[in-house]
């Protein structure tokens, strides 16, 4: 692909040699000739001026170190993003029906999907055009993907549950388990049966063995365009507005609402019932327990040399009496003060 052309898919201003062309994307500091990098800022300008790529996108603060050609942009790794789906594109969908699938003669498969081997689809369930059910998926009855949508190795959809359009679902995916509920009754557990469904949006991707439970009574509901790393846990009856991300190992306790464009960090824990209010951002390994209105949220410790952890630990844990120590030894005072 020229750069000229590249340069006008992606809205940016072209420097250079407009004949040239690139054939893939690379990093800024192992990138040679026909690929394409990217480069984020002033910290990266020791790799910028010596990189051997035929062409690199940037800010205009960074134009004047780059050596070769250069797509001029306001935001270099949203530019890169479009220029890497652009010479990148996924793979084709191959029309057809593996011999091994069991397809039950109620569901609705589109003719220009494509099945793989071992997938099961259940009774009544759908298949959108242009859709790619990989090896080994599941769907159970009523279940249903959108046009475009993609399936890796052994998903699993529950009955009943809803996946728009153009998604990506990575292996090992499930969704539609049931909820995890249960009433205390004479010191054992009565499950309480789950009877809502998942509906997830369009344009959203969900990573590899991340698990969506299925609503109690309501669906649970997650947005469109939301993105969700791999092996993340998403409760009964949550709620995950438009465009909002959440990123590994995070956990999301049943009814909670989170609003959209917002960003929960890696192994970030929610409790349940909550409201998380829209563009609200938690940083890596917070724990929430109660609601949060717009803003930025930390409450995890970051990492420190061990003997100065293991001092304020200690420390941590004489807190209480410390503070009513200090709390009797104000109150004296002011009464001497007092009586002066």
């Avoid at 690379?26 to 690929?35: H, I, M």
């Avoid at 062409?55 to 070769?68: F, N, Q, R, T, W």
């Avoid at 993003?81 to 652009?86: D, H, K, L």
């Avoid at 309480?192 to 698990?211: F, L, M, S, W």
């Amino acid at each position: 692909m020229t750069l000229e052309a590249l340069a006008r898919a992606i809205g940016a201003r072209l420097v250079g040699d407009a004949s040239a062309e690139v054939h893939r994307v690379a990093a800024l500091d192992e990138a040679g000739s026909g690929e394409i990098t990217y480069c984020k800022g002033r910290r990266f300008r020791n790799q910028l001026v010596n990189t051997a790529a035929t062409a690199v996108i940037l800010a205009e603060a960074d134009l004047e170190h780059c050596p070769a050609s250069a797509l001029v942009v306001d935001d270099p790794y949203a530019a890169y993003a479009r220029a890497a789906r652009i010479l990148h594109p996924p793979r084709p969908v191959h029309p057809g029906i593996h011999p091994s699938a069991v397809i039950d003669p109620s569901a609705q498969v589109a003719d220009s999907a494509e099945i793989g081997p071992r997938v099961v689809i259940g009774p009544e369930a759908h298949i959108g055009d242009h859709s790619i059910v990989a090896a080994g998926c599941v769907l159970e009855e009523g279940a249903s993907i959108g046009e475009g949508t993609r399936l890796g190795p052994n998903v699993t959809i529950g009955a009943c549950c809803h996946v728009g359009h153009n998604c990506i679902i990575h292996g090992g995916v499930v969704i539609g388990a049931d909820g995890f509920g249960f009433a205390p009754d004479q010191g054992r557990w009565e499950k309480i049966p789950q009877i809502g469904a998942v509906r997830i949006g369009n344009d959203c991707e969900i990573g590899a063995n991340t698990c969506i439970d299925r609503g109690a009574l309501h669906d649970t509901v997650i947005g469109n365009g939301v993105k969700i790393d791999n092996l993340v846990q998403i409760g009964h009856n949550v709620t995950i507005g438009d465009h909002t991300i959440i990123v590994a190992c995070a956990m999301i306790g049943g009814s909670t609402r989170i609003g959209s464009h917002c960003a929960v960090a890696g192994g970030v824990g929610l409790a349940g019932h909550l409201e998380i209010a829209d563009g609200t951002q938690i940083t890596g390994m917070s724990m929430v327990a109660h609601d949060l209105p717009a803003g930025r949220y930390s409450s995890a410790i970051e990492v420190q040399d061990s003997r100065t952890w293991r001092k304020n630990h200690a420390r941590l844990h004489r807190l209480d009496e410390t503070i009513r120590k200090l709390r009797q030894e104000i109150a004296e005072l002011q009464k001497k003060l007092d009586e002066e």
